[in-house]
C-alpha cells in the first residue's frame, strides 16, 4: 500500500512542522497543516521561517523606517547600520526578553 506509505510520511512532516511552528511561538495547527499538505517544503519553511513576532527591530537612524535588528544595509534608504545599542521588540507587545534592550 503505497498511499499508506504516504500518509505515515505525510504525518510525520505534518508533527514535526508543526512542533517547530509552536517552537517558533506560531501556531501548531497551522503547521501542522502546511508541512502535512506539503510534506518536506512545509517542514523546511517552518523550520527556515523568522517569525515577525520574535524579531527585533530598530530605528534607521538616517530615514525612521523601521528595519529588522540583523539587517546591515537599511533596506529604505540604504545607509549601513551599525548593530545598534537600543532594540524595539516586535510586535508581541513587550513580552518578548530583548537582550539588546536592556
Ligand atoms: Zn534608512
Request: glycine share 16%; charged share 20%.
Amino acid at each position: 500500500m503505497a498511499g499508506g506509505a504516504y500518509v505515515v510520511i505525510a504525518l510525520s512532516f505534518a508533527l514535526a512542522g508543526g512542533i517547530v511552528g509552536r517552537m517558533k511561538g506560531s501556531s501548531f495547527w497551522l503547521w501542522f497543516l502546511i508541512s502535512g499538505v506539503v510534506p518536506g517544503i512545509g517542514l523546511l519553511t517552518a523550520l527556515l521561517y523568522r517569525f515577525d513576532r520574535d524579531e527585533l527591530r530598530r530605528e534607521c537612524p538616517r530615514c525612521g523606517r523601521i528595519c529588522k535588528l540583523h539587517d546591515a544595509v537599511c533596506v529604505g534608504c540604504g545607509t549601513d547600520l551599525e548593530f545598534p545599542e537600543t532594540a524595539i521588540a516586535g510586535d508581541a507587545g513587550g513580552m518578548g526578553s530583548a537582550p539588546a534592550a536592556r
